[in-house]
């Protein structure tokens, strides 16, 4: 008998062993002890209606968090709509409109159990969504953590899983309430001590975002998402300003807070900012060497960073591989810190039924071995309709209301539009064809960061940021080192006027000047009157417009031009050189807020460019948007994707098909023509009008 008690208490001890190095690998660390990915899924932009697999399929080594997107429709403490396109297609419950996603719940459970945090993303380019009020926005969050968290509700679309916490992606409808609703979700994730809670946002990185920037100063969040694209400070131009967000997070209400550069998965998932591969290495690495708050890279989305195979085996598997080859410790500050708002816990149980709703509670491991602390999230893209292998998706365009059965197709704001077609330009003189968009492959750059032509997507709305144009000047943005390439970089070294250059045609800025190479050397220009000089978003020629200028060259180097932060001094050493590139001024006013960016300009004068709209009110755009504003002299706007452009001396009126019910964004993506002798301009901030 004694032999045999011994033998069960040998057993039980052995489980016991089992369980507690079970705990003490679930809570191991989080994300943001060490350089990681995060992974948009539900939206779909790639538009296949099989390129996008289940939430489970991409549980692999190449994703450290899932943010699953959208919640949408949201306003008080009613129920909201969930659209995850093609991932889950209900039924709804009865009387409502939220669908029920019996396989998304069994994935959440099976990516938990491998140690992936996995999100719940609010907001998004389609739908109307705000609070009128702080009550309205507490409400929500009540509703929020009773149907995703730990709370009780008999319409969970995940029955008994429960979320790591939530992502806001707030693309429109003001800043209303969201701080209420982010302190309220906080009370709620101090009640369950059993995980791990995060708070995340997806600003756009025009600084400070329109709709985020006041509540980012006012909560703390655990991580933002910067969507570096469909914007003018996009990855590979002038004016990327991660140093700007950096800056931010010092002295931010959690200084520990990560910034993860958000790009696009692939060429087609966003209107502007995809970056290839080759020409990522390099900034990751400066970026990862150079701030200490850098948290990794965001891929917007899984379907589009996945089926991306330009690199081998794919662009997910690529970046994640760079990322997760990162050294563990940062240079500012001298190495990486755990985050502030972590929490160390001990618990026991891996799952945790909670009476009346059974809730499946996971813990997460991470890639170090560290003990995890309490964070919280939150972050967001758009909904939409799932097409057909025929049709071109567009992942932030028609999003309708999710409906009990209809398989819906990601509206990310993310993308640019491909359903349509582009039109021409109406004139009264002369018919002008469409021209057809040419792709070009990026070159790898060698050890520094270089710039490359990219090819035009799906428009993704991360648009325009939070403007304090007309109360203040924005926080200047410093650009990092640049290696040219062979015929389109920019001069790694400050050159005088006249000097010698490398490719004959080739424009950079200087200030609020431009030099072009012409015959050999370098001819400095100025931009016109008030005007700044820009790069296109990809890096490879500039354009003037409004805004405040950069200090690309040092003062000292008058009629120098400089592009990056490595200088070559008197006795060709190098040595760091700060580069603020310029802040671009938005088209705003109390109904909208817009930001134009040209995507790129070629030889000829043909150019490609990016209206981002947002509204401020909580109000749908109609079915066709009409944008209206004044070109400078001996520009002509000659497309539009899906719509109609007609253009009457300097005076251009576009007119743009929304495909979406529903939404408070728009992508507006458009083609132009620069003719000889010529800069090209960007409309006046001032005359550019919304209706709809």
Known sequence: ?????????????????????????????????????????????????????????????????????????????????????????????????????????????????????ILMSLGGANGVYGFANDADAESFADTLWNIFGAGESDTRPFG???????????????????VAMIKRLRKHFATDSSKDYFITGAPQCPYPDAMLGTVLDAVEFDA????????????????????????????????DVKVFLGVPGSSTA?????????????????????????????LWDASASYGNTDVSPNYQASVANLVHGLPNAGTEGGGTKTNSQHKTTSKTKHHQTTTKTKHHTTTKTSRE???????????????????????????STSAKSVSKTTSLKSTSSHSKPTHGNTTKTKTTKSKITKSKRKTTASETSKSTISRNKTTKSTSRNHTTSKSKYTTGKPKPTKTLTSTPEPNTGAPTACVSHASKCPTEGQMVCSGDSFAACNYGKWVVRECPSTLTCFSTTDGTSIYCGQGISGTTCPAALKNRLIEGATLLTATNTKQKSPFVGPTAKPYKNGRVIAQ?????????????????????DQTSFGSTITVSFKVANGIKITGVTDGTVSQTGNQVKVQYKNHSRKTMVAIVNIEGKVYTGNVLVAPNANSMKFSS
């Not at 969507?227 to 931010?252: E, G, M, P, V």
């Not at 390099?282 to 965001?298: A, D, H, Q």
């Not at 919280?376 to 097409?387: E, N, Q, V």
């Open 1 to 117: 008998m004694r032999q045999y008690w011994k033998f069960i208490n040998l057993a039980t001890a052995t489980t016991t062993i089992a369980a507690l190095l079970a705990v003490s690998s679930v809570h191991a660390g989080s994300f943001l002890d060490k350089p990681s990915i995060v992974t948009y899924w539900g939206q779909n932009s790639k538009g296949l209606s099989n390129s996008q697999k289940s939430l489970a399929s991409y549980c692999d080594d190449n994703s450290d968090v899932l943010i699953m997107s959208f919640v949408l429709s949201f306003r008080d403490g009613s129920l909201p709509i969930l659209n995850l396109a093609n991932g889950c297609n209900g039924p709804a419950f009865s009387g409502t409109e939220l669908l029920e996603c019996t396989s998304v719940a069994a994935d959440i459970k099976t990516c938990q159990d491998k140690g992936k945090t």
């Open 160 to 178: 008994d899983a429960i979320i790591d916490g939530f992502d806001l992606d707030i693309e429109g409808g003001g800043s209303t309430g969201y």
């Open 596 to 616: 134009f960016s040209v995507t790129k300009l070629n030889a000829a004068g043909s150019f490609e460019a990016v209206i981002n709209a947002r509204r401020l």
């Open 224 to 255: 933002v998402n910067v969507q570096f694209y469909n914007n003018y400070c996009s990855t590979t131009s002038n004016s990327f300003n991660f140093d700007t967000w950096n800056a931010w997070a010092k002295s931010s209400p959690n200084s």
């Open 369 to 395: 071995g560290s003990v995890s602390t309490k964070h919280r999230t939150s972050s967001t893209r758009s909904a939409t309709k799932t097409r057909s292998p025929k049709s071109t998706s567009t992942s």
């Open 270 to 298: 966003a209107g502007s900012g995809y970056v290839a591969f080759g020409s990522l290495v390099p900034i990751v690495k400066e970026l990862k060497s150079t701030y200490s708050n850098f948290g990794g890279v965001t």
